[in-house]
């Protein structure tokens, strides 16, 4: 049996109040269990689990991934299993729907966090508190949820959008609680099979963890040894810590290599005289983002390679001839370059070819900038009564509360980030025009615009508040993020919509996923980044690139163009360029056109290894689409309908044992 829906033309032509109806006798699933205390509290736990691995990938990439569809199948899987076994019952089909909510909002929680206030903390010189993070964070999240919901009643009741990262979650919910359950427990297993290869293969590869055993063997033996070696075992036990371990697995396929030419057998790879290996042009095993590769698909893992070839294997080499970038000697003699000193130069072009790309791809649209706004100006009006009132949030809920976490907001601006009241109070109406765009565009194509909208006010506060870069990144700060937690609420409204789901307990649970997020990420994004004050916010295993976007267009437009050096502004122009191109081709060609200029543009500011091990992800299951093209296979089930639980499952075991290690590195090991 499939789901119930109306027709185009019920949606076309019922009015709201009929749609309502309709709703609530053929979907709406009365009393059943829902927003109970074990899917808060699974919702909650794996919220947090799943957000702390959105951290890791997103100070990798500057992306954070969806999560709502591995959390459905994770707590699908666990129930059934705890059912089998007599400790409980299985999850109902709400129960999931509402877990999801939960995780999910924790999971976007991270999005700041590798972006806009690491931004600001770099332009400031200044570590913000863990007692600033988590309470704005928390504020401007609930912002969204109070600009979002009274949208609900127009985006998913009335013109019955897709939002389709949230439909699809819908199905699949569907699906395992509808008599395929064996699909989903299918599922299930390989997602923790790849989290368990994967995790596996980065403990075999994390320095810290293995050194820390290494040095607790050595330890251990010496204890043994203690009776028969005196002040001679002493002294060992003293310099134990100064031991590292011999060995860990390879981080990069090409050590066979390096070793055979460290022997002489083999010549060392150069470009233009240049080692590549200064160049950054390794092949990483960083299966993390082998699998973030994954769920991008082969045209973004494609974009990223080019764009990586471009940056490292072809601009940097000739800036470096032509000194635009200076190395740094070593006392040997040798001068080493490496990514720092390469993107602070190339990242000019990647920014700028982001930029434009986005901002031609948000207004090439104009029908989503005009449909978001067309309720308000002519469309028609129907009068009818309200069938889900006692269903839905109370409308005062966001009359009083905007304006009352709204002032919270404006006066955190000011206390936290230095924002002038009047610029604060500027803001808040953009968030609301912002955030209609925001959630018009998620709910025709899933993709939320953030870095547009981010820009936009940018650009507008470049103007209202020239030469203040704290506003600059802070206001954006506001309008972005409130955009995006406006439009993933109603992404994860859809699928309870679709299953008969109580919005108003949908709605609490997404604002108890914003804690789970935030208390998971903040502490952890202070001990892994912000230990050694800002230095540690970026660095050649977490570049953040978001970071740099968000640092580079707040100095560009506060400092002026005439600041940057003359090779950064032809390179800028040049990323102009090819961004408008590409978009324009990719635009006129209703997104046949292979590449993705934002990709392009975002493999300037990343590793040419995280680049290239996302392609690899990409490459690995387009290959394996285009081998099991049979549905009926084993092959088909595994590599191609499943894909996105493995590409999930090898993101959370590598991610999970990449922060053990960062952590065991903070506070195990001697430094």
């Keep these: 049996m499939s789901l119930p829906q109306l027709t185009d033309e019920q949606v076309r032509t019922w009015t709201l109040e009929q ?11 009365g009393d059943m269990p829902q927003l109970t205390l074990r899917s808060a509290v699974t919702g909650f736990l794996m919220g947090g689990v799943l957000s702390a691995t959105n951290l890791y990938v997103g100070a990798k990439t500057g992306w954070t991934l969806g999560v709502g569809i591995t959390s459905v199948i994770l707590a699908f899987a666990l129930y059934k299993v705890f059912a089998r076994i007599g400790l409980g019952r299985e999850f109902t089909l709400l129960e999931n729907n509402a877990m999801q909510s ?3 909002a924790a999971g976007y929680m991270t999005a700041p966090l590798v972006s806009a206030l690491p931004a600001y903390m770099i332009v400031t010189g200044e570590v913000l508190p863990w007692g600033v993070i988590f309470p704005w964070i928390v504020a401007v999240a609930i912002l ?3 600009f979002a919901f009274p949208l609900k009643k127009r985006f998913i009741n009335d013109e019955q959008h897709p939002f389709p990262e949230g439909r699809a979650c819908g199905v699949v919910m569907y699906t395992l609680h509808s008599g395929e359950a064996a699909a989903g427990i299918f599922k299930a297993k390989l997602l923790a099979g790849a989290a368990l290869f994967s995790a596996t293969i980065m403990f075999l590869q994390s320095h810290g963890i293995m ?5 607790s063997a050595v330890r251990f033996v010496l204890l ?12 060992m036990e003293a310099r134990v810590g100064e031991l590292t371990t011999p060995w860990t697995f390879w981080h990069y396929f090409d050590e066979p290599y390096y070793w055979a030419a460290s022997k002489g057998w083999l010549p060392i790879p150069h470009i233009g005289g240049i080692p590549i290996k200064e160049l950054t042009l390794r092949p990483e095993i960083d299966l993390a983002m082998i699998g973030a590769g994954g769920l991008m698909g082969i045209r973004t893992g494609v974009s990223l390679l080019l764009g990586a070839i471009l940056h490292y294997a072809i601009m940097a080499p000739i800036a470096i001839h032509k000194n635009e970038i200076t190395g740094v000697v070593q006392p040997d003699g040798a001068v080493t370059f490496g990514f720092s000193l390469i993107t602070k130069w190339g990242l000019w072009c990647g920014v700028t070819m982001m930029t434009v790309a986005s901002l ?3 207004f090439a649209k104009p029908q989503v900038i005009l449909s978001a706004f067309a309720p308000l100006f002519g469309k028609k009006k129907t009068e009818s009564s309200d069938v889900l009132k006692g269903i839905e949030l109370p409308m005062g809920v966001f009359v009083i509360g905007i304006p009352i976490v709204g002032a919270v907001v404006v006066f955190m601006a000011h206390e936290f980030f230095e924002v002038e009241y009047w610029h604060g109070i500027i803001a808040i109406p953009l968030v609301f025009v912002f955030t209609l765009i925001g959630v018009n565009s998620t709910a025709l194509t899933g993709i939320t615009p953030g870095g547009a909208l981010g820009k936009l006010t940018q650009l507008s506060f470049g103007l209202i508040a020239k030469g203040n870069i704290q506003t600059n990144i802070a206001t954006a700060a506001i309008t972005s993020e409130t955009a995006l937690n406006a439009s993933n609420l109603l992404m994860d409204i859809k699928p309870g919509y679709m299953l008969g789901a109580k919005p108003r307990q949908q709605a609490i649970g997404h604002l108890i996923g914003i804690f789970a997020g935030g208390l998971a990420a903040v502490p ?10 800002v230095g540690g916010i970026q660095s050649p295993d977490f570049p953040m690139p978001s970071v740099t976007v968000w640092t580079s267009v707040a100095e560009l437009l506060t400092k002026g163009v005439e600041t940057l050096p003359e090779s950064a502004k032809y390179i800028a122009i040049g990323g102009a360029v090819v961004g408008l191109v590409l978009e324009v081709l990719r635009i006129i060609t209703k997104q046949k056109f292979p590449l993705s200029p934002v990709a ?7 590793p040419f290894t995280t680049c290239f091990a996302m392609f690899l992800g990409s490459f690995v299951f387009w290959l394996a689409a285009r081998i099991y093209k049979n549905p009926a296979t084993r092959g088909y089930r595994t590599w191609v309908d499943s894909s996105e639980p493995i590409a999930a499952g090898v993101i959370a075991g590598a991610a999970i044992i990449g922060i053990v290690n960062a952590l065991v590195v903070a506070f195990l090991l001697e430094r």
């Excluded at 952890?524 to 004050?533: T, Y």
């Design 19 to 29: 749609k309502d109806r309709w709703w609530l006798e053929n979907v709406y699933k």
């Design 224 to 235: 043994l040894l203690r009776p028969f070696g005196g002040a001679t075992t002493a002294r």
């Design 144 to 146: 969204g949820v109070l």
């Design 600 to 606: 392009m543009g975002l493999a300037f500011v990343i």
């Design 211 to 215: 050194t820390f055993l290494y040095q």
């Design 102 to 104: 939960i995780a999910t």
């Design 524 to 533: 952890l994004f202070n001990i892994l980044f912000l230990r050694d004050g």
């Design 360 to 362: 031609l791809a948000f």
